[in-house]
């Protein structure tokens, strides 16, 4: 994953009134962040 890429992304757990299924996310996080964490934001 790289900045600036959209993924579409099932956000699951939903709480509330959330609508479940896969939404659009951008990625804001470097390159670099997302493969040592595996955590991209």
Do not use: C, Y
Not at 7 to 32: C, Y
């Amino acid at each position: 994953m790289d900045r600036g890429e959209i993924w579409l992304v099932s956000l699951d757990p939903i709480a509330g009134h959330e609508q479940s299924g896969k939404r659009p996310v951008l990625i804001v996080s470097k390159a670099l962040f997302n493969k040592l964490t595996r955590l991209p934001v």
